[in-house]
């Protein structure tokens, strides 16, 4: 990743979450940038500005222990708004954890909390041939491990082309 490239990291999370700090260094880690490349906006109190997004060269949807995309809160609807927005202005965007499940609500797909499905531990990825070629996963090399702890899932993806508008 270009030493120059501004990235936004969208988070919900709580200020005394111990993970939201820990975040910041995985992607800076993973996108090979000095933490000072990050930008970061917690969608708990609101949405970020449009300058904020035009800003950034890539917006990062961050994971979240503590709040669900299913069970939802005040917050929410403007946040599945903003993600549509990243889409509608084909705005770079990486989704992890409750990012991924967040923006697939967000375009027309359903995410479920199912505790007899939930995810948690640590599991081992292999890289498809395409993976390897990717610029995010590539330097992961073809294995490597990742944390996982999920109670929601996404039961129905997206429809292609247009979403649906869904809250």
Known sequence: MPENHRFLLLQVRNADDPMREHEIQCFARSFRCPVDQI???????????????????????????????????????AALQTMRELHDNAKPTFASCWGFQAMARAMGGEVVTDHDRAEVGTRTLELTAEGLEDPVFSPLGRHFQVQIGHEDIVT?????GRSARIE
Do not use: C, E
Request: net charge negative; proline share 14%; aromatic share 6%.
């Open 39 to 77: 930008t970061i906006f917690d969608l708990l109190s609101g949405v970020p500005s449009d300058q904020a997004l035009n800003d950034a060269d890539v917006v990062l949807l961050g994971g979240s222990g503590d709040y669900s995309v299913a069970r939802g809160g005040p917050w929410l609807p």
């Open 156 to 160: 129905k993806l997206p429809p292609p």
